[in-house]
Structures are given as structure tokens and as C-alpha cells.
């Protein structure tokens, strides 16, 4: 299974609403369980931050390649699962 990283701000509403299609997905594909997110605050891991090539939160990266960046949709989020499960 891959390494998965999301990038996020704790005060940014569309990553709340990553998080909240995450647990949504997870629900309907127990699978995506098996699969560790690894987040991380960009203000909290500022170094990290400023090591990756993005510009809005929330971002996943999936084995350091970026998935997807900015407004989530539940498909966009499904499709950093299905990543991470190949």
C-alpha cells in the first residue's frame, strides 16, 4: 500500500469537508480503511510545507506524487484512495 500525505489548515473549510468525505467514503468502501492518510498542518509542519510544490490545501500526495490540489469533490477523494490501493 502507498504513502498517503494531505496537506491541510485547520481553519480551511474545504479541508473539513475532505476529512468529512473521507469517513463518508470510508463508510461505503471499507477497504479505504486499510489505507493511513498521514495529515499535516502546514502551519504546524511549516518545513514539510515548504519542501512540497502546491499552493492550496488541501492537497494529497500519494507516494510524493500529487493526486489532487485545492476544492475536494468525493470522486476527487475516492480517487486518492484508489491510488493508494494499486
Known amino acids: 500500500m502507498k504513502n498517503v500525505l494531505m496537506m491541510i489548515l485547520e481553519s480551511c473549510p474545504y479541508c473539513q469537508q475532505a476529512l468529512e468525505m473521507m469517513d463518508q467514503l470510508k463508510e461505503t468502501h471499507p477497504e479505504y480503511k486499510d489505507v493511513e492518510v498521514r495529515i499535516a ?18 492537497t494529497y500526495y500519494v507516494d510524493g506524487k500529487k493526486i489532487h490540489e485545492g476544492v475536494p469533490t468525493l470522486e476527487k477523494v ?9
Open 41 to 58: 498542518d502546514e502551519e504546524q509542519e511549516s518545513a514539510l510545507a515548504d519542501t512540497l510544490d502546491y499552493y492550496y490545501v488541501p
Open 78 to 86: 475516492q480517487a486518492v484512495y484508489e491510488e493508494a490501493l494499486k
